[in-house]
């Protein structure tokens, strides 16, 4: 157990099993089990398979992530082995205005190619030798962008990445999400973790 | 089976990050190419960073840089926020930096317009400090500045083509920037129509509006020598230089418009 949050070990035991550096995940949660499936995708990559790498937050700002990261008792030497990229945070008055040195921030979620670039940049600056790349979530950028352009981006992207032998990790709450999308995503990532089904009583 | 070879001309590799796989392998040799684009679309950072990766490369190469739109100090001290730039460079020689309007004075040409023996003194001048240090990358930022002294449409492509002639000669890939208004599909890459015609190659830079963002761009609409793509790239300049990426197609169906004010 991670402080106040018990993390989903099956998950842990499904990337044990499939993950490779040229895999490309997707998650699909609901809105009540987001950060639960989240954190319990991100723990067992860093913690079993010593990785680090981009986290792109598009649906909420980075440092509001890292709280959350660090509320569930991630270390700082964890977060440290993560730059996130902030799409949220420079539509909002002073919120680029944070603590974290490693937060970069994009304009806005419809800058799709700078988000490539600047992971790609990333990518060549850090020291990790096995990387991922969180993209936190497909539903948040469909918010902004049409839905032929963000398939092409993600096919784009989960290729961009595979070629380099970094793990894509797409977050997604699938019916916040066009089907479009949906059926691309279906066809470029090469795994699936469902955890979308979530019955409330 | 019949078997064929094809002539490939030896390449400047720029060492720019993406720009070499558009140009499939670098510049041609001896070329002079057109950097034309709007304000702030990074002309200058690409044209520095062309001239640093040569200073860099295996077989380091001497380059030059004339500066006719900012003094060489403040040029330095804006392209030394960039991690692929070192003032060593500039302080071994392997990077000269030349304030054109030193140059005008050193020629006696601090004077509002020039003629044709203006000109040819220009050119022999530039021609000089190449064949002197040996320079076989050169920049000039930007033949528009520098062409507002020159009066005439004649004089300027006659300005340009022996410059670019006796450039090559010397074996020297150059870079002309340009200052356009205007990057539109129907735009003039160069603000006196005739540096386009004349350049061997004409890349041009931009801003897509996408939604109330501006996105750079950046776009081989000409290189002669070479197969090369024409697709639109977007480009950020991150501290290690110039990167590019195809730009999302959909996301040029959005595009307004392509101007940007100066």
């Known amino acids: 157990m991670y402080s106040n949050l018990t993390l989903d070990d099956r998950i842990a035991e499904q990337l044990a099993i499939d993950v490779s550096l040229n895999s490309a995940i997707q998650v699909r949660f609901g809105n009540s089990n987001a950060f639960n499936v989240t954190a319990s995708t991100l723990v067992p990559l860093m913690r079993d398979h010593e990785m680090g790498g981009v986290y792109i937050c598009a649906s909420v700002g980075a440092a509001e992530r890292i709280e959350e990261f660090k509320s569930i008792g991630l270390s700082d030497e964890y977060i440290s082995r993560i730059q996130f990229i902030d799409l949220v945070s420079s539509g909002i008055l002073g919120g680029t205005d944070v603590e974290y040195s490693n937060i970069h921030f994009v304009d806005s979620p419809i800058m799709l190619e700078s988000v490539l670039l600047r992971t790609l940049y990333i990518l060549r600056m850090t020291t990790s030798v096995r990387n991922f790349v969180f993209l936190d979530s497909v539903n948040a950028l469909a918010i902004y962008n049409d839905e032929r352009m963000l398939a092409e981006y993600l096919h784009t992207f989960i290729n961009t990445f595979r070629q380099r032998e970094v793990l894509s990790v797409i977050l997604n709450v699938p019916d916040q999400t066009p089907p479009l999308v949906l059926a691309n995503l279906d066809l470029y990532c090469t795994d699936l973790i469902d955890r979308g089904q979530v019955l409330i009583n | ?262």
């Open chain 2, 1 to 262: 089976m019949q078997s064929t070879s094809v002539y490939t001309r030896d390449r400047c590799v720029t060492g720019i990050h993406g720009l070499d796989e558009i140009l499939r392998g670098g510049i041609p040799h001896g070329s002079t190419v057109l950097a034309a684009g709007t304000c702030g679309s990074g002309k200058t950072t690409l044209a520095m960073e062309f001239l640093v990766r040569g200073a860099l490369a295996k077989l380091p190469e001497s380059c030059a840089h004339f500066t006719a739109t900012e003094p060489s100090i403040k040029l330095l001290e804006n392209i030394r926020q960039y991690a692929f730039f070192d003032m060593k460079m500039i302080d071994s020689g392997k990077i000269n930096v030349f304030d054109m309007d030193v140059l005008y004075s050193w020629l006696g040409l601090d004077k509002a317009s020039f003629d044709l023996d203006d000109v040819h003194a220009l050119i022999k001048a530039i021609i000089n400090i190449v064949h002197e240090i040996g320079a076989t990358r050169l920049v000039i930022d930007s033949v528009t500045t520098l062409c507002y002294k020159i009066k005439s449409e004649q004089l300027i492509r006659d300005f340009l083509f022996t410059l670019g002639k006796k450039l090559a000669s010397l074996g020297c890939t150059t870079i002309l920037i340009s200052e356009i208004t205007s990057a539109t599909e129907n735009a003039h890459w160069s603000s006196f129509g005739v540096e386009e015609a004349i350049a061997d190659g004409i890349i041009v830079m931009g801003d897509v509006e996408r939604m109330g963002h501006l996105l750079r761009f950046l776009q081989v609409v000409k290189m002669r020598g070479t197969a090369h793509s024409r697709a639109k790239h977007a480009i950020e300049l991150t501290p290690l230089g110039v990167m590019l990426t195809p730009m999302l197609k959909w996301g040029a169906q959005h595009d307004k418009t392509n101007k940007v004010g100066g």
